[in-house]
Every structure is written in structure tokens, then in C-alpha cells.
């Protein structure tokens, strides 16, 4: 599975984006989904996932209730729609893809490029 990430950039506080991630393969629909995130100086964390058969969400405590994530089976892609952005939100975020049900990195076989988003305050 190809992963494509898109739709970062730079935004006020306040703002929103939208994240779209295109998977290349039709079985993207048997995978979970999820997102990633790395901001400067720190390590890559979870941000929120979704899960293929139920489409049941998870997210981190601090995106939960700004974050939305969702999916659409029949374009093989997955958004991810931050309202409500804060610079400490800035960081390359990453959409995987794995056939778990987790928030572990490495469960995770499948990873687009990055990209960007930067929150001005």
C-alpha cells in the first residue's frame, strides 16, 4: 500500500486544515488508518486512528474534541479535519496504515511522506 499525505500548510491560531491521505490500493479498505504527527525537536506521536471494519475513532487527549478523523472506502482515502489549531499542533503528520487495531508506531506497516502543518500564534 502506497500512502500519499496532503494538505498541510500554514494557518493562524484558531484556523483549520484538512489532511487528506490516498491510499494506492483497493484493499486500503480492510486496513486501520491512522495518524502521526512530529513536531520539532520531538518525537513522532499518535494523533488519532480509525478502524476499517466499524469505523470506530481514537484519538489523543490533546487533539480529542478539535480533531476529526474519517474515511472514505470508495476513494481510498482517509482525512483528517483540525479545527480549532494551535501552534503547538506545528509538526509533520504522517498517515499509516495497519492491519491492528493500535496506537503503536510499530503496528504500523505502511507510511506516507509527511506533511506539513504550521500554526502561527
Known amino acids: 500500500v502506497q500512502l500519499q499525505a496532503s494538505g498541510g500548510g500554514s494557518v493562524q491560531a484558531g484556523g483549520s486544515l484538512r489532511l487528506s491521505c490516498a491510499a494506492s490500493r483497493r484493499t486500503f479498505s480492510s486496513y486501520n488508518m491512522g495518524w502521526f504527527r512530529r513536531a520539532p525537536g520531538k518525537e513522532r506521536e499518535f494523533v488519532a486512528a480509525?478502524?476499517?471494519?466499524?469505523?470506530?475513532?481514537y484519538y489523543a487527549d490533546s487533539v480529542k474534541g478539535r480533531f476529526t478523523i474519517s474515511r472514505d472506502n470508495a476513494k481510498n482515502t482517509v482525512y483528517l479535519q483540525m479545527n480549532s489549531l494551535k501552534p503547538e499542533d506545528t509538526a509533520i503528520y504522517y498517515c499509516a496504515a495497519s492491519m491492528g487495531w493500535t496506537i503503536r508506531e510499530s503496528a504500523y506497516d505502511y507510511w506516507g511522506q509527511g506533511t506539513l502543518v504550521t500554526v502561527s500564534s
Open positions: 480509525i478502524r476499517w471494519s466499524t469505523n470506530n475513532t
